[in-house]
């Protein structure tokens, strides 16, 4: 845990937290997309599907209050992958999303890994800005299978090759 002032902090992942984790990110997705099987699956278990293959959720808590949320997800012992990142609306601004990327990177960086990978969807332009000013690049392809909603795949190099 890193504090980043009095009242703000991130924090990782408790069961307690599962309900925040869904609310932030079907908010984003309802609003823009659909909730996909894969996005229930993951909502319904994830300690199953992040935590226990190695992964990592993350939370900025504001005041007692879980304000935005991000998952670290390991694919590989080289390539992790950064997914469910929310900010809640009312917090939008504070510079969340950048501690949750920085914090993510810093994780994925930790763990020994040669890249970090992400889907989303150009719709996301305040997203897709983000993860550029972080050095993630599109790549060529999309191969994502799981959601219907990715148009872009992007990767930032972390290590040598």
Known sequence: MSETSESVEIITYKDQYRADF???????IEQY???EEADRKVFADPLNY????????????????IKGTCAVLRNSESTFELGKMAV?????GKGFG?????TAIEFTKNQGAKELILSSN?????????????GFE??????????????IMMRLPLGAE
């Open 122 to 134: 150009t719709k996301l332009d305040a997203a897709i800005k983000l993860y550029e000013k972080y």
């Open 98 to 102: 950048k501690l949750l990327i920085q």
């Open 88 to 92: 809640d609306p009312s917090a939008q």
């Open 50 to 65: 992040i935590i226990d293959p190695g992964g990592q959720i993350f939370f900025v808590r504001e005041n007692d209050e």
């Open 22 to 28: 869904e609310r932030l990110n079907r908010r984003w």
């Open 138 to 151: 599109a790549l060529p392809h999309i191969s994502d299978e799981r959601y219907t909603r990715v148009d």
């Open 33 to 35: 997309f659909v909730v």
